[in-house]
């Protein structure tokens, strides 16, 4: 072989042995890059796999919070239908309580002057009559006597509600015991015997002190023949409004029941009536009424001065007023007591 031939398989030799080096450092580097992508696979396989020990985990709580779940849902429902049955009863057994006192307004309302009543032997007369309950501790209560004249009386029996309703129908029997069955005829006198007949009752009330309950009362004997009203007064007081004034007659200051003192008679006061006069007998309910923007009292100056502001009005009119003016008022405050207002024109 020539020195020429030589030369040209050298040149050969050294090109691949180029060829293999190039060749060599590729593989190299895809071995490098296959050794980098086999690490990150087994690095992700290893944390799916640490993800997948979490995941189990995971289950394994939620399958116990699911039977946790379970069991309250289960008692929860239990308690549901437990609830669901008091309600029925607490509901049963406050209609059962409304049908009762329902059937206590009934009766209560058949011991009250009836409209018809009122209407034969009263001239022209109005009545805001608003128990705070369904049954009230206020009243009126009407009369013809044996003399001729009408008695009308209006009270504030102790308490409200249930209590003072059957208050008012022990204050009405005993009214009625002094007018029917004693054939009493002056107010002061009517009052007096029912103070009496109320404290007997009342003696044997269990309490310590017996027979403290009773009334606040205004009656009222109208002789429309002679055109003047007889009255007595206890605690509450008699307003009579003649041309736009309204004069007060004080009560006695002492209830139609056991007085804080020694027992008196209750004073037997008179008026001459004129044409137009306006009576009013009314309970402490209107002016202890709680409203306003400051959530007050209404007081009674307020609604003296609204009853002389209306009193030319018919009565009708002026009842309608009282109450929007009332209502206004009380807002969207709870009733505190009964309200009794009863008005006659002479």
């Known amino acids: 072989m020539t020195t020429e031939e030589l030369q040209i398989e050298k040149n050969k030799l050294e ?49 116990e919070k699911v039977k946790m779940l379970w069991v309250q849902s289960t008692a929860i429902h239990k308690e549901k239908e437990r609830i669901n049955k008091l309600k029925e009863e607490v509901e049963e057994k406050h209609q059962e309580i409304l049908d009762s006192v329902n059937y206590a307004k009934r009766i209560q309302s058949s011991l009250l002057a009836n409209q018809h009543f009122l209407n034969n032997n009263l001239p022209e007369h109005f009545i ?50 002094a007018v029917n ?25 269990g309490s310590a002190e017996g027979g403290k309950d009773g009334m606040d009362a205004v009656i009222c004997n109208f002789d429309f ?10 605690n509450n007081p ?15 200051k002492m209830p139609v029941g056991k007085p804080m003192g020694d027992v008196k008679p209750f004073a037997l006061q008179e008026i ?27 007081m009674y100056k307020p609604l003296k001065e609204l009853l002389i502001s209306i009193n030319d009005l018919p009565l009708l009119e002026i009842k309608n007023q009282l109450v929007k003016t009332l209502e206004i008022w009380k807002g969207d405050v709870e009733q505190v007591d009964d309200i009794l207002i009863f008005g006659v024109r002479i």
């Open 15 to 63: 090109e691949l042995k180029i060829e293999f080096e190039q060749k060599n450092k590729q593989m190299w580097a895809m071995s490098e890059a296959v050794y980098k992508e086999k690490k990150r696979i087994e690095e992700q396989l290893k944390q799916m796999l640490s993800h997948k020990e979490e995941l189990e985990i995971q289950k394994k709580e939620n399958e």
């Open 225 to 234: 023949n002679e055109n003047k009203v007889q009255f007595a007064a206890a």
């Open 128 to 177: 805001l009559f608003q128990p705070k309950d369904i049954v009230s501790g206020d009243f009126y209560w009407a009369s013809k006597l044996s003399n001729g004249y009408f008695a009308i009386v209006v009270a504030d029996s102790t308490g409200h509600g249930v209590p003072g309703a059957i208050m008012s129908i022990l204050n009405i029997s005993c009214l009625s015991e």
């Open 238 to 252: 008699l307003w009579l409004i003649r041309n736009n004034e309204l004069i007060e007659f004080k009560p006695d």
């Open 181 to 205: 069955a004693q054939q009493l005829l002056l107010p002061s006198q009517i009052l007096d015997y029912t103070r009496q007949r109320i404290m007997e009752h009342m003696a044997n009330d």
């Open 272 to 298: 001459q009536l004129q044409k137009d006069d306006l009576i009013i007998m009314l309970t402490d309910g209107f002016a202890d009424q709680f409203g306003g923007e400051k959530g007050k009292k209404f």
